[in-house]
């Protein structure tokens, strides 16, 4: 996790208003909405590096109510679209969705369904997709 966070802090672009890092209460406050428990890796990427910005993927974030990648609101839309209630979005992209189940497992939801393509935490996925974008 160490080595694809500075990863990341390597290549995060300069923005003219940077992203903000949440903080726990947040979090928790997005749980209660979202009815779900956030698994610990997101939890994780969330609190230390979802004020990155890199390449064309945005994954999600945590701090900003108003922004288009707020958790709550990306996983109400996702959810709206058919992806199942109990996997929370960290990704949209072109209208498929990187999936986290409740392990922490990724998986892309494509299509109306899971595919095939799975990494074990949000950190593979972090170094696979979004690095390689």
Same mark, same amino acid.
């Not at 992203?19 to 726990?24: I, N, T």
């Not at 839309?77 to 929370?88: D, F, N, Q, R, T």
């Not at 998986?107 to 997709?129: Q, S």
């Given at each position: 996790m160490e080595e694809i966070l500075e990863l990341l802090r390597e290549h995060n672009e300069s923005v003219p208003v940077p992203l903000e890092l949440p903080d726990d209460d947040q979090l928790i406050q997005i749980e209660e909405e979202i009815l779900l428990p956030i698994p610990r890796d997101i939890k994780e990427y969330l609190l230390e590096a979802s004020d990155v910005v890199y390449g064309s993927l945005e994954p999600v974030t945590a701090a900003d109510r108003n922004s288009h990648t707020y958790l709550a609101e990306v996983t109400a839309v996702a959810w709206s679209? &058919?992806? %199942? @209630? @109990? *996997? *929370? %979005? !960290?990704? #949209?992209?072109? &209208?498929? +969705? +990187?999936?986290?189940? %409740? #392990?922490? #497992? !990724?998986? *892309? =939801?494509?299509?109306?369904? *899971?595919?095939? #393509?799975?990494? %074990?935490? !949000? =950190? +593979? =996925? /972090?170094? $696979? /997709? =979004?690095? $390689?974008?």
């Amino acid at each position: 996790m160490e080595e694809i966070l500075e990863l990341l802090r390597e290549h995060n672009e300069s923005v003219p208003v940077p992203l903000e890092l949440p903080d726990d209460d947040q979090l928790i406050q997005i749980e209660e909405e979202i009815l779900l428990p956030i698994p610990r890796d997101i939890k994780e990427y969330l609190l230390e590096a979802s004020d990155v910005v890199y390449g064309s993927l945005e994954p999600v974030t945590a701090a900003d109510r108003n922004s288009h990648t707020y958790l709550a609101e990306v996983t109400a839309v996702a959810w709206s679209l &058919g992806v %199942p @209630h @109990h *996997l *929370l %979005p !960290i990704c #949209e992209d072109r &209208g498929m +969705y +990187y999936v986290a189940d %409740p #392990e922490g #497992e !990724i998986t *892309l =939801w494509k299509d109306g369904e *899971l595919t095939e #393509e799975t990494w %074990p935490t !949000i =950190w +593979y =996925w /972090v170094r $696979e /997709v =979004w690095l $390689e974008s």
